[in-house]
């Protein structure tokens, strides 16, 4: 759609003045279309600034996630083809949790703008103010529930994919489903499973991304290790498109886990940030320190200890250490 391109062009420049001339060449049609586009997009919230002999810059985005927008432009097979989006709900997952109870179709998105029990990995607290992403799919895949796992890793390649195509962000992932930019995380996967003893029902793949918030308003001591999209691409970034373009990115990898999981290893081994480093894994009973060597193939981080031994962690808090001297949890 020339219209998102126009705008990811925008997005892209930051505060920089973008030329009629150069988008029209870039986008192969007139600069009288560019126009029209642009005029099309101040309809839709859009402020954006003409000047003359500079071109065109992104002042601001609307603020809301466009439902209507998101229907429009989801060409997916699956994921996404049905989007709840709330404008509060205790929790994305649990709502979906309760939908995929009750029938609600595979694929089936339930977003929302704010959530006021957002849920996070191992018990805690994901605060969920205006300006970010919070999404949660409902997946039915035929598999055994030992393979749960690695439709976490999915989703995190899914989603790194995303930001790297919507953004200039570099995002990788952080062992197992956190999602960084640089030394600092800007979101993370949940995902929650209902099961027979050798088949799933279902999961729910929860999505927490920060996006537009200022992060400014995070407790201290989350904000000093957590950073948003828009603080590292310098301008606000669009979560209607960010939102499509994860669903998009959700339906191209969940194919290709139900075909061949081995692929999505590969993948998140390419995005990771962890295999190669020294870390410190604490779980509920142990805590080892060694080398990441590799994940296997049920998604375990496999561990090599001070004393050569190998060592797998299905799950755990794993702590960086930085290159150098210092020791700090990312
Ligand atoms: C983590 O601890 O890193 C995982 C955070 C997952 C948060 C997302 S936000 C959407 C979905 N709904 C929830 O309650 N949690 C997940």
């Given at each position: 759609m020339t219209k998102d391109d126009i705008l990811r062009l925008l997005t892209i420049s930051k505060s920089a003045f973008v030329s009629g001339e150069k988008l029209a060449l870039k986008l192969n049609i007139t600069r009288a279309a560019v126009w029209k586009h642009i005029k099309a997009l101040e309809q839709e919230g859009y402020e954006i600034e003409a000047v003359p002999s500079k071109g065109y810059r992104l002042?601001?985005?609307?603020?809301a996630i466009n439902l209507r927008d998101i229907e429009a432009a989801v060409k997916t097979k699956?994921?996404?083809r049905k989007v709840h989006l709330l404008a509060e709900v205790e929790s994305t997952n649990s709502a979906a949790v309760e939908m995929a109870a009750a029938g609600a179709p595979e694929g089936t998105i339930v977003a929302a703008e704010v959530q006021t029990g957002g849920k996070g990995r191992?018990?805690?607290?994901?605060?969920?103010?205006?300006?970010n992403l919070y999404l949660s799919v409902i997946l039915r895949p035929?598999?055994?529930?030992?393979?749960?796992p690695l439709v976490t890793l999915m989703g995190a390649v899914a989603v790194v994919s995303a930001i790297r195509k919507q953004t200039e962000v570099h995002a990788q992932i952080k062992w197992p489903n956190d999602i960084f930019s640089g030394e600092r995380k800007i979101g993370g996967l949940l995902t929650e499973m209902r099961a027979e003893p050798d088949q799933v029902r279902h999961i729910v793949l929860g999505i927490g991304l920060n996006v537009n918030m200022n992060a400014a308003s995070l407790p201290p001591a989350v904000a000093s290790l957590a950073t948003t999209l828009s603080a590292e691409t310098g301008s606000p970034v669009n979560r209607t498109g960010l939102l499509v373009e994860i669903a998009s990115e959700l339906d191209r990898w969940y194919q290709t886990f139900l075909k061949n999981d081995a692929e999505i290893l590969r993948a998140w081994e390419a995005m990771n940030m962890t295999i190669g480093r020294q870390v410190t894994v604490s779980s509920a009973n142990e805590t080892i320190q060694g080398t990441a060597e590799a994940i296997d193939h049920d998604g375990r981080l496999v561990i090599r200890t001070i004393d050569g031994a190998l060592q797998a962690v299905a799950a755990g808090d794993v702590t960086l250490v930085k290159r150098g001297t210092d020791t700090e949890t990312l």
């Open positions: 002042m601001s985005i609307p603020d699956m994921i996404g191992l018990g805690r607290t994901w605060i969920s103010p205006k300006g035929k598999i055994a529930p030992n393979k749960a």
